[in-house]
């Protein structure tokens, strides 16, 4: 049986490609390079901001653009991802964010208004502690009693540089209007977690998805996986129907249907699962990326 036309890649991160320490393998770069050598775009699609991507993106040759946040912002990072990364990470209390290099940009931004997002926050606040942060123009920012639990708690992965750390979260959403592509937060219990949605369902003009079993994610409505792809297909000049997605969560599930051809790793969710047009034997701890792309490659 031949192989389809496949001319772009776009992968989820945090349970599809990267293992539960935030690795990418071995055996998934070298798939990622198969792919690049027969022409094949590759961007990342993550719910991630841009100052979270280090390895991810910087460890795989040839990536250029990347869909963040939930699809709220598409970046072309230039001649110089690392750089363009590098430039939306602040010191922790302290030092604010650079300048993009002059060839990185970010292609679209769909944000959601400051007054609606300093309502996301104030519904958040009463099922604390967790770690509430606001994703502004590809920076990831929290105040210091979010930070401090997330670090406590063992969630926080990711070196404390990569964030930058204010005194108020609403005072900084309504200094930035127009910047806000994405709030998440990570909840200590999963009853905490579903309170929050419930909290969530009833403010207008929100989309709100899962991105891991212990938080949510709240982008402008109409905004995820599935629509970023669309407007990064139109930029690229890329027919979605040529385009294989890989995903595993809730927030991949526009993503997979947005695509021609949908790949779900073995530890996706059902919904994604049913949506997929093949399922890997493997799950992200066993290099199910790599399967997924030779499978079409």
Known sequence: MSKPDIQLIVY???????????????ENLAALAEARAKGITLMP???????SLTGTILDVPGVRYVLTSNGAAIWDLGSDP???????????????AGQLPPD??????????????????????????????VFVH?????????????????????????????????????????????L???????????????????LPNIEVVQGAPD??????????????????CAVMGIDPGSVLAMGDSENDLAMLQEAGFAGVVANG???????????????NDHHAAAEIIRHYI
């Open 215 to 232: 938080n949510l994610e709240i982008t402008a409505p109409g905004i995820d996986k599935g629509s970023g792809l669309h407007k990064a």
């Open 138 to 182: 590809g920076r990831m920012i929290y105040e210091q009693e979010s930070f401090d639990w997330e670090q406590i708690c063992g969630r926080f992965r990711a070196p404390a540089a990569r964030s930058t750390v204010v005194p108020s979260l609403t005072d900084y959403i309504a200094a930035h209007d127009g910047q806000v592509e994405k």
């Open 45 to 51: 699609a993550t719910g991630r901001p841009l100052a």
């Open 12 to 26: 989820d991160l945090d349970g599809t490609m990267l293992n539960h320490k935030s690795e990418i393998s071995q």
């Open 184 to 202: 998440c937060m990570f909840f200590a219990t999963d009853e905490n977690l579903q309170n929050a949605r419930k909290a969530l369902d009833k």
């Open 269 to 283: 969710i059902p919904q994604a699962k049913a949506l997929a047009d093949y399922i890997s034997a493997a799950d």
């Open 104 to 133: 990185a940009k970010c292609l679209a931004l769909s944000p959601l208004p400051s007054a609606t997002a300093i309502q996301v926050v104030e519904a958040l606040r009463p099922f604390g502690p967790g770690a509430l942060k």
């Open 82 to 96: 690392a750089a363009a990364v590098y430039s939306r990470r602040g010191d922790v209390l302290g030092t604010p």
